[in-house]
């Protein structure tokens, strides 16, 4: 009986030595299909400060912006998404002073928004944002919602 119980251990050793790098591999497997799968990856981003969000971009919130909201999304590259009620003329002084250039058009916008850009940065140093994308959603009473996201990659 002895000789049974040491051969059952001999066999059980590589068993749990096979186990744990096949459950790391599935865990790991699994977590990236459900991010990929995910109808918003952002619901598992980490709330932020929004100058935290803003100094990636060399660029700060504009004064009148209200109701904000800032998280942040690192996996391949970094991603802030920052959201901010303003009035319309106040993002339009916004946009036209930090990022003259680029200007709102409404054709190239995609889902349920009135207009949007794509914002390119050019030179910035490697910790801050390369490009960010504005979508706004124009609001009753001449407010505007704004979801601005930078981005490094």
């Given at each position: 009986?002895?000789?049974?119980?040491?051969?059952?251990?001999?066999?059980r050793?590589?068993?749990?030595?096979?186990?744990?790098?096949?459950?790391?591999?599935?865990?790991?497997?699994?977590?990236?299909?459900?991010?990929?799968?995910?109808?918003?990856?952002?619901?598992?981003?980490?709330?932020?400060?929004?100058?935290?969000?803003?100094?990636?971009?060399?660029?700060?919130l504009?004064a009148?912006?209200?109701?904000?909201?800032?998280?942040?999304?690192?996996?391949?590259?970094?991603?802030?998404d920052?959201?901010?009620?303003?009035?319309?003329?106040?993002?339009?002084?916004?946009?036209?002073?930090?990022?003259?250039?680029?200007?709102?058009?409404?054709?190239?916008?995609?889902?349920?928004?009135?207009?949007?850009?794509?914002?390119?940065?050019?030179?910035?140093?490697?910790?801050?944002?390369?490009?960010?994308?504005?979508?706004?959603?124009?609001?009753?009473?001449?407010?505007?919602?704004?979801?601005?996201?930078?981005f490094?990659?």
């Amino acid at each position: 009986m002895d000789g049974t119980r040491g051969r059952a251990a001999r066999f059980r050793s590589p068993l749990v030595l096979l186990a744990l790098p096949v459950l790391v591999v599935a865990w790991i497997g699994w977590s990236v299909i459900g991010f990929l799968t995910s109808d918003n990856p952002l619901d598992s981003a980490s709330k932020v400060p929004c100058d935290e969000a803003m100094e990636f971009t060399g660029v700060p919130l504009p004064a009148g912006a209200r109701d904000r909201r800032c998280v942040t999304r690192v996996w391949l590259d970094t991603e802030y998404d920052v959201r901010f009620r303003i009035t319309r003329k106040e993002l339009d002084a916004w946009l036209e002073s930090e990022f003259p250039g680029p200007e709102l058009d409404p054709k190239f916008c995609a889902g349920e928004v009135d207009t949007c850009a794509h914002i390119e940065f050019g030179d910035q140093r490697p910790s801050q944002a390369v490009a960010a994308d504005v979508s706004v959603v124009y609001e009753g009473g001449g407010t505007a919602l704004v979801h601005f996201e930078p981005f490094d990659v």
